[in-house]
């Protein structure tokens, strides 16, 4: 009995064991549906065309990429954390840890539900005024301090990247400023005018203006400078603490039970991708630039994102939704 028993599990690990490398041969078996849970033509959107396109090329599937905005971007990521793990439902967003910690109830676990599965980019934030109203960094943070809550800073709304960036500038840096979320494109304009006293951009936004000379470069909020402005200083280089820099980027995710195999191939395909040089030509002139990391590295570093915006939230006393 003891014997059939054991040549019984023998079976079931082994049956296990041969199904795993199937799975992940035969994906995709049918076309792939990405998720892009923000509207079409912004930076994220943009990624996920060029970069899966080229991943369908590779694996002679068509994966269609469907914009699902909405609840700032959470009815999207509900809809890939509710989808079947088989990696033909995928989600593609750059807020993903940030909507995590600005809303205070969600329908699915950022950490229990998705797979981090890789970065796809990311788009560098710089720090600018306008107006010759300051010639640094150092300049800025100096009269935030000397005139506490009374300087500005616009966004285009509440839990966007250019939000938190510049409230991870002023926790490091130890000042407060008034935030003015926008709506429109207006929010650069108001900078211009000199009406905002700063605003923490991603590069995309405001190269055109910069290059103008009607806004000024006064720090990259990163760890390295950005290839669009290799002229401008990062955070780090002005004098603040690693944990000035906040990081935007757009990356994959799959369902948490996604077999492991799967999303290494998808990793796989996802990086071979990025190497070609249409590819990399395209997402440059957007602004997008490399983000290498193992399968295992992004898990890590998104870990670490996801627990960075929680503790922003909470130190620069954000409201929860």
């Known amino acids: ?22 799975q ?68 593609v967003w750059g807020a993903i840890a940030a909507a995590n910690a600005l809303y205070e109830k969600l329908p699915y676990d950022t950490l229990k539900d998705f797979t981090p599965v890789a970065a796809l980019g990311q788009t560098p934030l710089v720090v600018v005024t306008g107006g010759g109203k300051y010639k640094s960094l150092a300049e800025l943070i100096a009269a935030a301090k000397a005139n506490p809550g009374k300087l500005n800073y616009a966004s285009v709304g509440i839990g966007s990247a250019a939000h938190f960036g510049a409230e991870q500038l002023a926790v490091s840096a130890g000042f407060s400023a008034q935030h003015v979320p926008f709506k429109g494109g207006e929010w650069l304009t108001e900078v211009i005018a000199g009406r905002i006293d700063f605003a923490v951009s991603p ?10 000379g009607k806004l000024v470069p006064l720090a990259i909020s990163s760890s390295a400078r950005s ?32 077999p492991h195999a799967i999303a290494e191939k998808l990793h796989d395909e996802v990086m071979k991708a990025l190497t ?46």
């Open 203 to 212: 590069v995309t936004s405001a190269f055109g203006l910069i290059r103008s």
């Open 276 to 321: 070609m040089p249409a590819v990399k030509e395209r997402l440059a002139a957007v602004g997008v630039e490399p983000m290498p990391m193992t399968l295992k590295e992004f898990g890590a570093f998104f870990e670490k994102d996801v627990a960075g915006n929680l503790e922003l939230v909470k130190t620069a006393k954000i409201p929860r939704r």
């Open 24 to 91: 992940a041969q035969d994906w995709p078996s049918r076309n792939v549906t990405v998720i892009v849970p923000i509207p079409a033509g912004v930076t994220s959107d943009i990624v996920a065309r060029v970069v899966f396109e080229q991943v369908g090329r590779q694996v002679g599937h068509t994966f269609v990429v469907e914009n699902r905005p909405g609840a700032g971007g959470t009815i999207g990521g509900n809809l890939v954390a509710k989808a079947t793990p088989d990696g033909h439902t995928l989600l």
């Open 227 to 258: 290839a669009s402005l290799p002229n401008v200083p990062t955070v780090l280089e002005a004098g603040l603490a690693a944990k000035a820099a906040y990081p935007f980027y757009t990356a994959v995710f799959v369902p948490a039970k996604t």
């Open 1 to 22: 009995m003891i014997t059939m028993l054991c040549r019984i599990a023998l079976g079931a690990f082994l049956l296990i064991a041969a199904l795993a490398p199937v």
